[in-house]
């Protein structure tokens, strides 16, 4: 195997232009909620699943729930706050980058049933503080992933820091029907 020179300047300079342009971004924080999800064409392995949402160490999941006929249904929300930098180009601002991994699980075997990438900030919209669109999403392994993505502008307090969320980033929150009757459980 030949091993490859790196141009470290070329990498420093690059890591430098990304640093500055964040310092120029203006971030706006927006709760996102995922509800109404399914899935379908998980094949006939699997007795039971879970739905998962995942960006870097930070991890949301739904409750496990039956799979019949190669369909899964979960009847929850998953919510978090989110922070979107938007930056000036080309007369407007633009939203960066903000990708999540959406996975499908076997509850028994916590084996990847499918995965797909999606990227909040086609979501995350100025033009009105709530958005709400049926997305439908192919994984690597042919899952069909249904689900219902709401987006809300955080409000700003007087004191410009965001009003308190009723999620925060960290929760894990999927109602449930005991929720849904008053009794809210507690993390997994």
Do not use: H, P, Q, T
């Given at each position: 195997m030949e091993a490859r020179k790196v141009d470290k300047p070329k990498v420093a300079l690059k890591k430098l232009k990304h640093a500055a342009s964040r310092l120029t971004a203006q971030p706006l924080k927006f709760r996102v909620t995922l509800s109404e999800l399914t899935a379908?064409?998980?094949?006939?392995?699997?007795?039971?699943?879970?739905f998962s949402w995942i960006r870097g160490g930070k991890e949301l999941a739904s409750d496990h729930a039956d799979v019949e006929d190669g369909k899964c249904e979960w009847p929850c929300e998953l919510s978090q706050v989110v922070t979107i930098y938007f930056q000036v180009g080309e007369g407007n601002l633009k939203a960066t980058r903000k990708?999540?991994?959406l996975k499908v699980k076997d509850s028994r075997t916590n084996k990847t049933l499918g995965?797909?990438?999606?990227?909040?900030?086609?979501?995350c919209k100025l033009e009105s503080q709530f958005n709400r669109a049926f997305v439908e999403l192919k994984t690597t392994s042919r899952v069909n992933l249904f689900f219902v993505i709401s987006t809300e502008?955080?409000?700003?307090?007087?004191?410009?820091e965001p009003s308190p969320s009723p999620v925060d980033s960290d929760s894990r929150r999927c109602m449930s029907a005991a929720e849904e009757q008053g009794s809210l459980r507690g993390d997994k």
């Open positions: 379908e064409n998980l094949g006939s392995g699997a007795k039971k699943a879970f990708a999540y991994s995965k797909v990438k999606v990227d909040l900030n086609s979501y502008l955080v409000d700003e307090g007087s004191d410009g």
